[in-house]
Structures are given as C-alpha cells and as structure tokens.
C-alpha cells in the first residue's frame, strides 16, 4: 500500500507541477488599455488624476497650483487652446524661467505608460531644456496601446507636415541609481489631468 501512495502521490505531484508549467505559458489575459495605462504610468512615477468634466479638471489643477506654491509662479505654455481652457486662472506665460510647463500631448502610450510629444507640444526644444515639472492635459480618445499606433496617429490626423521632434516623457521619478537603460533620458516630475471624452 506504501508503495502505491508514493506512486500515485508522486503522479499526483507530477501532473500538478505540469499544470503550473502550462499555466506559466498561457496568453496572458488582455487588460483594458486605459487600465495598462494608468498601472504603467503609475509605476513609471508619474501622477495619474482622472477627470469627468472639465469643472474637476479646474479642480484638481487649482489643488496642483496650491500644492506646489505655483499660484504666482510663471509656466510655460505654447497650446493657445489650453490657455483659453485654464483662462480662469491667473496665469502668468513665460517663456524662460517658468516654474512649470503647462502642455497637451500627441498619445498617452499604454504598453509603456509613456507620453509621445512632438514640436506641436515643445517646438524645438529637448526634453532637458524644459522646465522640470510638467501639468499635462489630454484626453482618453488619445490612449493608444503601442508607439507604433501613436505615431500612425500623429500620421492620420497631420493636414500639413508631420510635425518633428517626436519623442517620448517615459521617466517620472529621479533614480537614485545610475542605470544604462535611463542614460540619457530626461526625468520629468509630471501631472497628468485626464479627461474622460470617450
């Protein structure tokens, strides 16, 4: 009887150890793009405040301006419709010195949680020569699951020239680590107000 405990037992082990192997293999289930979004950007370091009218969006960016002493401070703008979107705010745009950068974007990038700007956002600037702390604006109908459809969009919705300096905001907290992998790359303390148009 001991002898076909331990055979059957070892079977039993056997096979459960194949399941797991199989389990391990399997596709993994497909999460929502904005979900994928919100956790990659979130692990990324950036700040994730979703919005389902543009009276919170008011809201929350009023509460970004007290929490960071930036109510008399300058920002940099270059988007004449966000600037008539926050025209309730006594806002002070210039071009050196800001404290803040106050943008749209072209795609929120899912599988990355990263943010594809272009020169219709920045114009010729690299990423180092803008401000530290970026306040993004964008909506849900710009979230895209790859770069690649991001910048098939940037490509679809272009009636003149495809714009240039396209790149990607992808770091959003200081590594205390030097790492090749961040070399090179421009770390943003960003605010990203989305909201829900879909």
């Not at 929490?67 to 071009?95: A, G």
């Not at 306040?135 to 272009?158: C, D, F, H, P």
């Amino acid at each position: 009887m001991g002898i076909f405990e331990k055979l059957f037992g070892k079977n039993k082990k056997q096979s459960s150890d194949q399941n797991d192997e199989q389990g391990r293999y399997m596709p993994k289930e497909n999460i929502p793009i904005d979900e994928q979004f919100t956790i990659n950007f979130m692990k990324n370091g950036g700040k994730f405040i979703y919005c389902d009218s543009l009276s919170e969006i008011h809201q929350n960016f009023n509460d970004i301006l007290k929490e960071n002493n930036w109510e008399s401070e300058t920002v940099l703008c270059y988007s004449e419709s966000l600037k008539q979107i926050f025209k309730q705010f006594s806002l002070k745009y210039e071009k050196s010195s800001a404290s803040f950068f106050l943008t749209n974007c072209e795609s929120l990038i899912a599988d990355k949680g990263s943010i594809l700007i272009s020169s219709n956002q920045i114009k010729e600037h690299k990423l180092d020569e803008l401000p530290e702390n970026f306040v993004l604006y964008a909506t849900t109908s710009q979230l895209k699951e790859t770069i690649s459809e991001g910048l098939r969009a940037i490509k679809n919705n272009t009636q003149k020239q495809i714009p240039s300096n396209i790149t990607t905001l992808k770091h959003f907290k200081s590594s205390t680590e030097n790492d090749f992998m961040t070399y090179g790359s421009s770390t943003k303390n960003l605010y990203l107000l989305l909201l829900e148009d879909l």
